[in-house]
């Protein structure tokens, strides 16, 4: 499809535009609204679809175009989800949050980066190949979930437990495209998410024993058995986690530096003076090597006490974690007591449920197979020279419910290759969030491209 069709661009535009400004905040999800939106969108260019109701005002949309060959590999546009995160102080926002306005070439909006452009894209690619009468040699299916970003009971975690049929899995290989991946992180070298880590949050319970806060020295409290817990965690995660190398290889050998520096970044014994240096002059992509090289545990909530002047005879730690794919809660356990030291004798390990609802192992897809060289050649439609770099996410998405069920799934579009890192990083879930038309317009070429090039 060429970048100047500016009928399917404007449209796309349009409809992205409707999907913010239903303002589908999970909780409560109300996901319904948008999902009614693109059945109209469709069924107005002549497409059937079917929605699922989970629950009240939470649905999500299936539509296929059946491939020529029942036994041949398929794709799936998806699962790619049409609930936002809400926006906590809409007055620190330049522009309505759920206006959807366009202005200075970006669509502005909460969900505008995550994901709804996604989501308006594959929509309309969708559209374009129905339009031309596309015959897949498998089937294409397009995938538009619920409850995201709250874990996905009520969207594609519900949809593969209870309609499982519509997704073509059972009958055949599928792979499926969702969020994330398509970043240039160096000249003509595009991300694409081929896993992520799984995530695990426990809660550490300390006692001690009360008594009166005038006399502190010597006493056994509570907050300060939990404040050297944090302090014990953080040092053993950046100082003494084992360090993984694998997907740092991935990452390096697709981005196609020097022998010297691949060397260095992929030494598990050179790694932590190599964080340290570039820490110092790009923190983000620092941050990105620390998180692909280790299982992290991140101390962020801590509480204690009944009143200021009493010795705190109880207190929590709550851990966020997120582990490589192949270690589980066994390890998880091991390394916090090894990390605690004299402490991991006094502590009550809690496993709870993220806010997302989301306890989950890491998984990923293989980074080379006729899938991912499709994949590369869609993006090489626009950018000539263009490589594919793989890499892990360190955040869940609904990637992982596919995976568990042997679809390859992977994190695929194309963003402006002007656009820096810092923003894509910051404003999603951010203040401000918004996407630039041409990352649209190359998203809704690199599906519509990906379909021709794995399925014709």
Not at 50 to 64: D, Q, W, Y
Not at 305 to 326: F, H, M, Q, V
Request: proline share 4%; charged share 25%; with cysteine.
């Amino acid at each position: 499809m060429s970048s100047l069709d500016e009928k399917f661009n404007e449209e796309t535009y349009d409809l992205l535009s409707r999907l913010i400004q239903n303002k589908c905040i999970n909780p409560p999800g109300d996901e319904m609204r948008s999902i009614r939106t693109i059945e109209d969108f469709l069924k107005n260019k002549g497409i059937d679809c079917k929605v699922f109701e989970s629950n009240k005002n939470r649905g999500n949309l299936v539509a296929s175009i059946p491939g020529i060959d029942p036994k041949a590999p398929g794709l799936i546009f998806g699962p790619s989800h049409v609930d936002v995160v809400p926006v906590t102080k809409p007055e620190d926002w330049k522009e309505d949050p759920f206006g959807g306005a366009i202005i200075n070439g970006e669509i502005w909006g909460r969900g505008a980066l995550d994901m709804l452009f996604i989501v308006a894209t594959q929509v309309q690619a969708f559209t374009k190949l129905h339009e031309e009468k596309f015959k897949p040699i498998g089937d294409l299916i397009l995938f538009i979930v619920a409850d995201e970003e709250a874990g996905g009971s009520e969207g594609a975690e519900w949809m593969i437990k209870y309609h499982s049929s519509e997704l073509g899995f059972a009958e055949r290989k599928m792979f499926a495209v969702t969020e994330a991946g398509g970043i240039q992180i160096s000249k003509n070298k595009f991300v694409v998410i081929t896993g992520e880590k799984g995530v695990t949050w426990l809660t550490l319970k300390f006692k001690g024993t009360p008594g009166h806060g005038s006399s502190p020295y010597l006493s056994d409290n509570a907050v300060h058995k939990a404040s050297k817990a944090a302090l014990y965690l953080t040092d053993y995660c950046d100082k003494k986690m084992p360090i993984e190398t694998t997907y740092l290889k991935n990452l390096v050998k697709g981005l196609g530096i020097n022998f010297l520096l691949r060397f260095l970044i992929s030494s598990k014994r050179l790694l932590p003076f190599i964080l340290k240096f570039l820490g110092k002059r790009d923190k983000e992509r620092s941050k990105i090597l620390h998180s692909l090289s280790r299982m992290t545990i991140s101390p962020n909530i801590i509480q204690g006490g009944t009143k200021t002047n009493i010795i705190a005879s109880e207190a929590s730690l709550e851990l966020d974690i997120r582990t490589l794919p192949g270690q589980n809660y066994d390890d998880v356990v091991y390394h916090i007591k090894k990390a605690l030291k004299e402490l991991s004798d006094e502590v009550e390990i809690v496993k709870s449920l993220t806010d997302e609802g989301i306890t989950s192992i890491g998984t990923a897809s293989p980074i080379e197979s006729e899938f991912v060289s499709a994949m590369l050649r869609a993006v090489q439609r626009d950018f000539k020279d263009a490589c594919i770099v793989p890499m892990i996410a360190s955040g869940a998405t609904d990637g992982r419910f596919f995976r568990e069920k042997d679809v390859d799934s992977y994190g695929f579009s194309l963003f402006n290759p002007d656009t820096p890192l810092n923003d894509i990083v910051n404003l999603a879930h951010g203040v401000d969030e918004r996407i630039s038309l041409k990352t649209v317009d190359l998203s809704l070429n690199v599906y519509y491209n990906l379909a021709k090039e794995f399925l014709e």
